[in-house]
Each structure stands twice: as structure tokens, then as C-alpha cells.
């Protein structure tokens, strides 16, 4: 399967065509989803695959795998995945990546209108330079999660890659 990641995201993303209809490739997931020994928790929505680490061992950082499932050329499938956190997790980052995009502006705000009344801006200045600093150890942490959860990442990737390959061909 060929993979198109990166270091610098986040959320990894990867694309593949592959050779079985896209009816029978969410089949097989629905099986081995439904399957007694389905060790991740997940869920078939339309052509859309999410699978997550089941609770026993899930913890903050673990992610999340989405897959859609399109019709490709011919009988083939398009087959697109993204590795990220649950929805709850990314989108509290998101509000704290905008609450300090907004606190840069107003403190960058508050420093220029403190220089032209002539008062002394240090302050604003001072916290305007530390939102690049914030935003920075932000995403530090977001790379340590990621980190945290690279082993989970790999189990999820594997076990889609199973389901792909099929029971039958595995060793």
C-alpha cells in the first residue's frame, strides 16, 4: 500500500487504489469488525470506516483511523485514510491554536495603540512576542502525542491492512 506521510502533520494521511470493489471491501470490514475477536472499537457509516482503540486501552493520545471507501476507475476502490486524534481532542486544539491567534492580535493591537498614545507598550509587546513561543510548545506537545500514540497508530494501520489482504492470504 503506498503511503504518502509526513513528519511535519499531525495527521498523517495516506491514498490508495486497489483492485477489489469498493462493495466488498466494506464487507470485509463489516466482518471483521462484527467478528468476536475485534480487539479496536469501530463503526461503518455509508462508505466511511472509523476504527478506535477499544477502551481498555485507550488513553488521551490515542488516535483515531478514518477511511473512506470510493469507487475508483473501473472495479476498483479509492481508498483514503487519516490518522488523527478522536474529534474532541483536535478540536479543543483548534480552539486553543485560535484563542492564541486572537491573543497575538489583541496584544499586537493593544501595543501599537499604547505607542502612538505614547504610554509605555512593553507589556503588550512582551505578550504578543510569547503567543509564536505558545504556539510553538503546542505543537511540541501535539508531537509528543503523536509519539505517544505511534504504536496504536501502527496496530490500526495493520490491522486495516489485514482486513484489505484478507484472512485467507495472511501467514
Known amino acids: 500500500m503506498r503511503e504518502e506521510r509526513s513528519n511535519v502533520h499531525l495527521r498523517p494521511r495516506f491514498r490508495d487504489e486497489l483492485s477489489i470493489p469498493p462493495?466488498?471491501?466494506?464487507?470485509?470490514?463489516?466482518?471483521a469488525i462484527s467478528h468476536d475477536s475485534f480487539k479496536f472499537k469501530g463503526t461503518i457509516i455509508g462508505n466511511h470506516?472509523?476504527?478506535d482503540?477499544?477502551?481498555?486501552?485507550?488513553?488521551?493520545?490515542s488516535p483515531q483511523l478514518n477511511i473512506t471507501i470510493e469507487k475508483g476507475q473501473e472495479k476498483a476502490s479509492l481508498l483514503r485514510g487519516l490518522f488523527g486524534?478522536?474529534?474532541?481532542?483536535w478540536t479543543f486544539f483548534m480552539f486553543i491554536h485560535f484563542a492564541v491567534a486572537?491573543?497575538?492580535?489583541?496584544?499586537?493591537?493593544?501595543?501599537?495603540v499604547k505607542m502612538n498614545l505614547g504610554k509605555s507598550y512593553l507589556i503588550p509587546l512582551v505578550l504578543c512576542s510569547a503567543m509564536p513561543v505558545i504556539w510553538l510548545v503546542l505543537y511540541a506537545i501535539g508531537q509528543l502525542g503523536r509519539q505517544k500514540g505511534r504504536a496504536q497508530m501502527i496496530a490500526l494501520n495493520n490491522f486495516m491492512n489485514d482486513v484489505i489482504v484478507g484472512e485467507e492470504n495472511r501467514k
Open 53 to 61: 482503540i477499544s477502551s481498555t486501552e485507550n488513553h488521551f493520545w
Open 23 to 31: 462493495e466488498e471491501l466494506l464487507a470485509k470490514f463489516e466482518k
Open 85 to 89: 486524534p478522536k474529534p474532541q481532542i
Open 49 to 51: 470506516v472509523i476504527l
Open 102 to 112: 486572537l491573543a497575538f492580535v489583541g496584544f499586537g493591537i493593544m501595543a501599537y
